[in-house]
């Protein structure tokens, strides 16, 4: 038995010896070491040897095992490093090579406008006020000085959604939920900007969904000439200090009297040009002063207290500003268009 258990290792560590891998390795070991290995059949044997010889032989059988193990050990340890080192050999990262730029966003052009027009309007201590764009008809229309079957409402078609629920068409209804939180108060002195649903066309110069910021003030003593400054001082810090306005009558329900604002062309700076059709000016927004009956719905007593409002498109003024002939264009998401407000 001492001379099988001997050609057993030699044999085993032969094979060890010439082992490939670790698939290969772990077969060996269950070959030679395993509950049905070569080294367990031979011991199995040691019922028949004496009492002398058993201890001699177990103790060689030990020998050969920790042999065996160690070799496996040794040989496995080896081909894990050799593994390892492969693997980093082939996932090496070169840092010297530059990184991929991640692309980097901006703001949308019509963002930065209403962004701009609101540190205007803060910086003149205005608040922004915002509010529902699903609306009721009695905050988009009536508390608007428009009761129902009023002609003027053919002026702005609308979306219901039931005969008292809309997609509101105008950020004045903001106007009127703050009205009545502040619950006769004053001042009131705030711009909503917001989106504004109207069923139109779409074309180069209309939307059926655009963006609108309105403004209003309400205290004691409010004249037609405070709205002229504001807006006169809006204008400039917009488009430049050599902007001018003028202001011609018009109408609108909820201000008496009306006036639709104009700004002096920034094209041919009042020269006449095809942009403004050669007059010199560009219409930019509608103003006015509070209607009275808008105050009353209210809370507001327009015995004493009186009011400016006025309405804005944000695409006009990007329009305007950027120099842009089609109002499709913020919409779009064309790539080529946006990017090329990133640099402003």
Known sequence: MKERLEALKEEALRELDRASGLPELAELRVKYLGKKGALTEILRGMGGLSAEERPVVGQIANEVRTAIESVIAGRQEAFQREETEMRLRAETIDVTLPGRPAPQGSIHPLNKVIQEIEDIFIGMGYTVAEGP????????FEALNLPKNHPARDMQDSFYITEEILMRTHTSPVQVRTMERMKGEVPVKIICPGKVYRRDDDDATHSHVFTQIEGLVIDRGIRMSDLKG????????MFGRETQIRMRPSFFPFTEPSAEVDVSCMMCRGGGCRVCKHTGWLEI???GMVHPRVLEMSGYDPREYSGFA???GVERIALLKYGIDDI???????LRFLKQFARM
């Open 328 to 334: 499709r264009h913020f919409y779009m998401n064309d």
């Open 133 to 140: 764009e699903v609306e009721q008809d009695y905050y988009n």
């Open 285 to 287: 927004l509608g103003s």
């Open 310 to 312: 006025f309405g804005m």
């Open 230 to 237: 504001t807006l006169l001082q809006f204008v400039q810090e």
